[in-house]
C-alpha cells in the first residue's frame, strides 16, 4: 500500500467513526505530510512511494486504528 492509498483508508474511517481527518502538507519537511485523525497524528513519508511494513503497523498503532480497519477500508 502506497501513502496516498493509506490517506485515502483513514479518511474512511475516519468518516465512518465521526472522526475529524486532516492531511497538513505544510507541517512535514520535503515530502513528508502530517496526518491527523481525531486527537492523534502520525507522519506519512513520500505519499507516492510504498510503505514499508515496520512503518505502516507504526503508523497504524499511532492513529490507533486496527490492521482489520485498514484493510476493510
Known sequence: MNGKEFIKR??????????FCLVDEARGKGSHVTLYLGDN???????KNDLKAGTFHAMLRQ???TLDEIMGA
Open 10 to 19: 483513514v479518511r474512511k474511517i475516519g468518516k465512518s467513526k465521526g472522526l
Open 41 to 47: 497524528l502520525t507522519i506519512v513519508r513520500n505519499p
Open 63 to 65: 492513529l490507533d486504528i
